[in-house]
């Protein structure tokens, strides 16, 4: 799969979030990479500082939160495009939960792995 349809998979990834949840999204970026350096099998990545434990210290200039997904990865694990969809969406929102404050048990309680 080329690079731009894979981008567009997860542009599409983030059409699903709901728009209550897209605007709660606070100073966070989205970003697609071909696979993390240190564990490279690794599907996709939050970096930052969850909305729920942001406080009166989180300044407003702080750099943004990151979320990675890691196009390598994700592609070695599938075998056909709807699976590339699918995971790719699954991807997206667990890493958007992260943002959140969900975390990978309670997602993986809720399914979304």
């Known amino acids: 799969m080329c690079p731009q349809r894979f981008d567009e998979l997860v542009s599409d990834a983030l059409d699903l979030v709901p728009d209550e949840l ?12 071909d696979r993390n350096a240190e564990e490279p ?27 990675t997904i890691y196009r390598g990865a994700l592609l070695d694990t599938c075998d056909t495009e709807a699976q590339v969809v699918e995971e790719v969406a699954i991807t997206v929102i667990h890493e958007i939960a992260h943002h959140f404050g969900i975390d990978d048990e309670r997602l993986h309680d809720l399914g979304w792995g």
């Open 22 to 33: 897209a605007k709660a999204m606070d100073n966070v970026v989205v970003l697609v990479a």
């Open 41 to 67: 099998e690794l599907l996709g990545l939050y970096e930052g500082i969850a909305l729920t434990e942001r406080d009166s210290w989180y300044a407003a200039g702080s750099l943004p939160d990151t979320i």
